[in-house]
T-cell receptor, first 114, second 112 residues
Framework: DGGITQSPKYLFRKEGQNVTLSCEQNLNHDAMYWYRQDPGQGLRLIYYSQIVNDFQKGDIAEGYSVSREKKESFPLTVTSAQKNPTAFYLC?????????????FGQGTRLTVV | GNSVTQMEGPVTLSEEAFLTINCTYTATGYPSLFWYVQYPGEGLQLLLKATKADDKGSNKGFEATYRKETTSFHLEKGSVQVSDSAVYFCALRDNAGNMLTFGGGTRLMVKP
């Protein structure tokens, strides 16, 4: 089955550590996105990539980094510079340049700083 | 830039009540419009969509009509169930087709 997979579902990080969240898709989508969701809040865009080896900052990119070496993969690293990383992280993908198509979401990773 | 505004929640209804969640948008051109649903602890799932003016999207008893003249895409359901309790997000994708813009989400709670 085609889809988008995030792992792990739950992740715990000690203060001062970097941690990487995985996002893989087998939908052959060009565009991929990372969103952050805080309790009771909407989605805020962290980074997005419309093509391999290219990505752009979203609204809240500080303290995060990404790479896009393969079309299928768009990992997000939460660095120690991110002061409040505890949140629910959602990855999504979509075809590029087709405005009538939806984005597909993974099941999310809940990151907790301990 | 593009923006989506939806009514703040939570919206609390009794089972079998009528549901309306308002959504208005600002965008250039003719964006596509979407409603997503998020159940607790999960990602977002597409509920319905409409890609041009006057289109009606529908799924699982939910409906929304793309109103260009009022820049709105209100979500409605005639008779809600407890299982409809979730957070609902309105979103748009612009003509360039590259980005989704989301509203802030509306939590729906349906009581038996």
């Amino acid at each position: 089955d085609g889809g988008i997979t995030q792992s792990p579902k739950y992740l715990f990080r000690k203060e001062g550590q970097n941690v990487t969240l995985s996002c893989e898709q087998n939908l052959n989508h060009d565009a991929m996105y990372w969103y952050r969701q805080d309790p009771g809040q909407g989605l805020r865009l962290i980074y997005y990539s419309q093509i391999v080896n290219d990505f752009q900052k979203g609204d809240i990119a500080e303290g995060y980094s990404v790479s896009r070496e393969k079309k299928e993969s768009f990992p997000l690293t939460v660095t120690s510079a991110q002061k409040n990383p505890t949140a629910f992280y959602l990855c999504a993908s979509s075809p590029r340049g087709r405005e009538n198509t939806e984005a597909f979401f993974g099941q999310g990773t809940r990151l907790t700083v301990v | 830039g593009n923006s989506v505004t939806q009514m703040e929640g939570p919206v609390t209804l009794s089972e079998e009540a009528f549901l309306t969640i308002n959504c208005t948008y600002t965008a250039t051109g003719y964006p596509s419009l979407f409603w997503y649903v998020q159940y607790p602890g999960e990602g977002l799932q597409l509920l319905l969509k409409a890609t041009k003016a006057d289109d009606k999207g529908s799924n699982k008893g939910f409906e929304a009509t793309y109103r260009k003249e009022t820049t709105s895409f209100h979500l409605e359901k005639g008779s809600v169930q407890v299982s409809d309790s979730a957070v609902y997000f309105c979103a748009l994708r612009d003509n360039a087709g590259n980005m989704l813009t989301f509203g802030g989400g509306t939590r729906l709670m349906v009581k038996p």
